[in-house]
């Protein structure tokens, strides 16, 4: 079995930095594309920036500039570096990636349980 594991959320002020990491356990696993997404509640979960298994970027266009997503693949770990923290991005921060395990030969989607992030004004 596969699982997804989120460290890093917390309290911050406007203008505060946190680091989001997020490791995938298991064993017999190749992971694809990593990202993160956001979510408020009432409101549908978003992508906020993803990485491609080449290390290729995108970025939600919110958090361009402030927000900095990178992965160490010989510890199946993504990061989320986050700057330049807002009051709207408050939320649970949830890690996804695309993993191939268990004799399946496609990758299918896993998701960590979420971190929240608190960013007061």
């Known amino acids: 079995q596969v699982q997804l594991v989120e460290s890093g959320g917390g309290l911050v002020q406007a203008g505060g930095s946190l680091r989001l990491s997020c490791a995938a356990s298991?064993?017999?696993?190749?992971?694809?594309?990593m990202a993160w997404y956001r979510q408020v509640p009432g409101k549908q979960r978003e992508l906020v920036a993803r990485?491609?298994?080449?290390?290729?970027?995108d970025y939600a266009d919110f958090v361009k500039g402030r927000f900095t997503i990178s992965r160490d693949n010989a510890k199946n770990t993504v990061y989320l570096q986050m700057n330049s923290l807002k009051p709207e991005d408050t939320a649970v921060y949830y890690c996804?990636?695309?993993?191939?395990?268990?004799?399946?030969?496609?990758?299918?989607?896993?998701w960590g349980q979420g971190t929240q992030v608190i960013v007061s004004s």
């Open positions: 996804n990636a695309a993993i191939k395990w268990g004799g399946v030969p496609f990758y299918r989607d896993y």
């Open positions: 298991g064993s017999s696993f190749s992971i694809g594309a």
């Open positions: 990485i491609a298994s080449t290390g290729s970027t």
